[in-house]
């Protein structure tokens, strides 16, 4: 084995290997831009910015124990940047023909002989660009790739150098925080946008804590780990069931995140809270009009909550747990359904749960891949989806001159899970992505469509409200 080789952690071992015939373990995302982009321009600029990250110019090479990270000698820009001619069939339009390709590649296997990852160009699209990216689960989470991948746009900063003896930051936080007692963890509070837990965690014990509060503390984590061993099965849904690998992909306009703010302060809700409301009403609506009864139902997504500092997201590796949310899919009044979210997310707050369910992943990397499948697969049967929330920048970025106008990403499934929904706020809106299933639920779009109208009967609702003087 090569000199440089490194070797990778426990935890992305277990996402290298939750690839499974019906689910592979990919971040999907698309750029819009306008005006057209060269393809020359792009290899150039992918050749000066992301492979200043080690990590994608490197191959991975498994054996008995694990996997290692290993130079490319036979890297080539053009096999990881290519052309994409975009076919259409008799009356479609560009963004279905976009998404048709889309949903082929979410299920198309990236090469394994090289860096495990793609960026497909669209030349001409809406008149402008298009630019499909697949990544490897295992090269990184979510929050790690979108800091890493929007460092590539005009402007973005490059990755600070790194020593060689940070090379094994990750096996040495990870050992660090899980042999160490679970008294020694403190999660606050739960922040989709990935930032609270991050701030919150305390990963040092702190001496002067008293017994009472060691022994709360200890007692919290009993509780979750026996919440996560004992859940319960997912409500019985369409959506729910045996997936088929033929991927569907959906996407929206942008909504403008002001008016989600002003939402959530008139009703003492976060934004979260008022975003989370209108994906539970906006799937309920979608089932209730196919004939599948929501009244009385929720659905368990499974909701990544990052944890590590965000300023260190350079260093890539997947460094974030899993706390499982039920949304209130059954309840028809927006502002009951606002509530309902936080209430749920109140229940989160304080909770081992997103630690505890990394120590899982954790434990899977040192596994067998069937005994990896079991493992996991106890958690895949209990959830319908797999949602995230990433936190994006406030003002439209450039790539290359070109102005980056929507950008839309797609969260991968593990096991027999369906249903990926994605929330990225980029430039003033927030946008919403699904992936699913071609077998459970052939229609995505028509989910996403009821978004906006979601969001627009629930700020009704609000400005009918009576107001104190």
Partial sequence: MSDTAERMSRVDNAWLRMDNDVNLMMIVGVWLLQPALRYQQVC??????????????????????GASWVDDEDFDIKRHVVRETLPRKRGQNERAALQARCGELATTRLDPAHPLWQFHLVEHYEGGSAIVVRIHH??????????VVLSITDGGALPPQRSHDAVHDEDDWLTTTLLRPLTDLAVKAIDLSGEGVSRSMDLVAHPQAGTRELARTGYRVATDLAALALMEDDSPTRLKGKPVGRKIVAWGEPIPLDVVKCIGKALNASINDVLLSCVAGAIGDYLREIGDDPSGKGIRAMVPVNLRPLDEAYKLGNRFGLAPLVLPIGIDNPIERVYAVRARMSELKGSYQPVL?????????????????????????????????????????E????????????????????????????????????????????????????????????LWVTLMLPWAA
Wanted: hydrophobic share 45%; proline share 5%; with cysteine.
């Fill in 44 to 65: 150039e600029r992918i050749g000066q910015q992301l492979l200043q990250y080690p990590r994608f110019r490197q191959k991975v090479v498994e054996d008995v124990l």
């Fill in 138 to 147: 295992c090269i990184g989470d979510g929050i790690a790739l979108t800091s």
């Fill in 357 to 397: 369910a990394f120590g899982v992943l954790a434990v899977a990397g040192l596994l067998n891949k069937a005994g990896q499948d079991a493992l996991l697969n106890l958690f895949a049967k209990k959830a319908t989806a797999v949602m995230t929330n990433v936190p994006g920048p406030t003002q439209l970025l």
């Fill in 399 to 458: 790539f290359c001159g070109s102005t980056l106008r929507q950008s839309i990403f797609w969260v991968p499934q593990s096991g027999n899970v369906a249903v990926g929904v994605s929330i990225f706020s980029y430039g003033g809106g927030v946008q919403f992505a699904l992936i699913t299933d071609c077998k459970l639920c052939p229609a995505p779009q028509q989910i996403i469509d009821r978004f906006a109208p979601e969001l627009e009967k629930l």
